[in-house]
């Protein structure tokens, strides 16, 4: 739901200890569902060699990621001017990542001045969750940017359509299973599970499959409520573009 309303979900890792393809994943199957365009930014650059930021790279896009990945280190300056390059006027861009990643201080430093609180984080790279509710900020060049408290942990919500993005190829297969209704758990004449099997499919890729719809399925119970919420701020937004307009 964090989503909604927002043309564009910039996901935030630092490539200092906080980077994490599945995570990533779960992240870019929760956008595509909430209909916002995902952009990946790999943050604090600065603190790891740069063979370290190759490989993960690297992996994001051996993992069949075709979204904007950039790095960033509000430290060197490197990124920084492409992604003002990619924030468009009248668009909104959702800031959501771990806390202590540096979204805030990012934030601060396309603002151009330190509006939003930042805090150190531990030497193991843990944040201390210092943004504490969502503030929605508007750039010179006219891209309203939403700043997010750092997120403990995050389950996907209503993410049907989302996975069927990143696991495309199950949902191929799924196509041929016996019962239109196959849940490719054990059911009789599934060809996902077939498929796997043969080692046409990754394994690994089909547990996370599951793993993910269960928990997708678990988060569906409090979407009501969630919902609500994030309605009165998707007014919000609305309200603020109109401003922008006239
Ligand atoms: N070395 C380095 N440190 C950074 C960079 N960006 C941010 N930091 C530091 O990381 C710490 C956490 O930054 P914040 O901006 O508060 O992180 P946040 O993602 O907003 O955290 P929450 O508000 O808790 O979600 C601060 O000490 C920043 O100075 C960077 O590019 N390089
Ligand atoms: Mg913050
Ligand atoms: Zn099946």
Redesign the pocket.
Known sequence: MIAANVDTVII?Q?C?YDFNLKRLERYLVMVRDGGADPCVLL?????VEPYVLASQLAEIRAAGVTDPVLT?????Q?GIADLERALLPSKTYC?V????????????QLIGRDR??????SGTGE??????RRELIVLEGGALVI?????REFGILGAESGIGDSFSDIIGFATECRYRNCSHAGEPGCAVLEAVNAGALSREHYDNYLKLRGESEFHEMSYAEKRKRDRDFGKYIKSAKKDLDH
Not at 43 to 47: E, H, I, P, S, V
Not at 97 to 108: A, C, D, E, F
């Open positions: 935030v630092s200092h943050t604090k650059a600065d603190l960033i280190s509000t430290v060197t490197e800031f990542g771990s806390s202590g990643v540096g979204k805030s201080t990012l934030i601060n939003l609180q930042t805090k150190a984080v944040g201390r969750h210092t943004t504490v700043d997010n408290p750092g997120m």
